[in-house]
């Protein structure tokens, strides 16, 4: 039975590319929001789902990892990393020297910062909702316009790529989470993502929690912060760890930190990318 897998979409973003990365051969389906794709893989209309996570230039996609904490039907089953190269493009003749507005992802436009600066100072930046999304706004622009989009895109909308590899960062890549209602079983070669929080400030809380994982000699390959939403300066805290959560240590680091905090959910273990 062939797979069914959501994606961040319109047909062409990064996205899609990574999600036939993943499963070259799945019935994929694209949803127009990262909560979208959550709601369809947690409600069982797909069996995973694809959404971006992190990129090396902008850090985290601060949406997926709120989908994660809030979702607790939601588990990380595998994880896509996909180099990322930026393409500009503009209706069949547009001059680049014309160009007035520059459409694209907010993450798009943020990688390819100090091009479009250079290149574009006067032209205004704005936001859709995928790069494939800006291409169609593009498009429809009342003045002459250009798109930051993938090379795929150019070809479903019959455009011109005026410029390549505009991001700022040759190394520009991108990790993308495979969505699931259930984790990964052990691979020898594993990741696990846990939240946690706290329900009173202390210090040394953090520190203490840190020292789960240092003290059994587990590498913290992420550490960061999310706003609780619930009040000012209250925060969920994401830790990546290297191992598998029904490996030993890194269980027994799980069950010793679930004293001290008030919320704990590990959000998934899963193999390694190595493609």
Sequence with gaps: MVKRIAFFGPVGTYTEEAALLYEPAADLQAFSTIAAVGAAVASGLTEQGVVPIENSLEGSVTYTLDLLISQPDLSIFSEVVLPIEHFLMAKAGTRAPDVQVIYSHPQALAQCREFLERCFPNAQQMASLSTVAAV??????????????????????????????????????????????????????????????????????????????????????????????????RYIFLIDCEGHRQDPLVREAIEALSSPVSTLRVLGSYPRWNG
């Design 136 to 233: 169609t706004d593009m498009k429809s622009s009342g003045v002459p316009a250009a798109a930051i989009a993938p090379r795929r895109a150019a070809q479903l909308h019959d455009v011109e790529i005026i410029g390549s590899g505009v991001q700022d960062m040759a190394n520009n890549v991108t990790r993308f989470a495979v969505l699931a209602r259930g984790d990964h079983p052990p691979t020898g070669n594993d990741k696990t993502s846990i939240c946690f929080s706290y329900e009173e400030d202390a210090p040394g809380l953090l520190y203490r929690a840190l020292g789960e994982f240092a003290t059994r000699s587990i590498n913290l390959v992420k550490v960061e912060s999310r706003p609780t939403k619930q009040s000012l300066g």
